[in-house]
């Protein structure tokens, strides 16, 4: 199906989870979203379904399933199969990524969040999902509240928070790729007031997940879903906003 001709509501998702807990929480959060969701509980059920239905929109499929894990479930699917569906790899934000086709194989955290609906909503839009989404990652009230309605200004500060984080993010995922980890908490300890000053609590939290709350082996997963919500803010302030897309 093609993303730029449907609705947001339309979207349908494979999860392949085989635990009960994580299928119910992914189940109500996308009912939330008006999403349309098939389940399998391993990956041979996942191939069938594939084969025997209309190719779904996006894949959430367990690492850990069996018989193939969740890697060796989308090779199958493109190598056998010869279909290219979008993949979210679901792992207990531990997993080290492997090298593949970041158009099609990216990793999405459990438990199950509303921080996984952020990283879903991006997916959909590198895909071509359309841009008459309503649901907004940020705010521009306090920066209005605290320019006194001055536009300028504002634009200004968007221009800050684009170039700013644009560059400390390349530097966490430097640091991060040589396991600089005292590095990464610190730049993300940098970069928190920059998303509360467009009151996204999803960056302010995962700033504050990575800086305090996580250990070392679980901070790739955050940074990736991190530069996700960056670049869905940044795509939605160019929709918004006509000057800033121009700067």
């Known amino acids: ?15 392949v989870e085989n635990d009960a807990e994580h299928t119910n929480t992914f189940l109500q959060l996308a009912e939330a979203q008006g999403w349309i969701v098939f389940t399998c509980h391993g990956s041979m059920d996942a191939i069938r379904w594939v084969k025997d ?12 399933a069996l018989p193939l894990d969740g890697f060796q479930t989308h090779d199958y699917i493109q190598s056998e199969l ?13 997993a080290t990524a492997k090298k593949n086709n970041k158009k099609l194989l990216s990793f999405i955290n459990k ?7 952020v990283l879903i909503k991006s997916k959909l839009k590198e895909l071509g999902q359309p841009t008459d989404i309503e649901d907004k990652d940020y705010s521009l009230d306090y920066l ?13 500060s968007l221009n800050i928070f684009r170039d700013s ?43 504050n997940d990575i800086v305090y709350k996580v250990a070392e082996e679980e901070i790739s997963g955050l940074v990736e879903q991190l530069f ?19 700067a």
């Open 165 to 207: 984080v644009a560059v400390k993010l390349m530097e966490i995922k430097e640091a991060l790729a040589i396991n600089e980890f005292k590095t990464v908490r610190e730049i993300a300890h940098n970069i928190k007031p920059s998303f509360e000053m467009l009151e996204s609590t999803i960056g302010s939290d995962l700033c």
């Open 228 to 246: 996700q919500l960056f670049l869905t803010i940044d795509a939605q302030l160019q929709k918004d906003i006509p000057k800033f897309a121009e």
């Open 53 to 64: 239905n209309n190719i779904p929109d996006l894949m959430v499929i367990d690492k850990n």
């Open 144 to 156: 209005r509240d605290l320019s006194d309605g001055s536009e300028e200004f504002v634009l200004t």
């Open 111 to 117: 438990p199950f969040s509303e921080k996984s609906i």
């Open 82 to 94: 010869k279909i290219s569906v979008p993949v979210l790899i679901s792992c207990q934000i531990n």
């Open 1 to 15: 199906m093609n993303l730029q001709n449907q609705s947001l509501k339309q979207i349908k998702i494979l999860l």
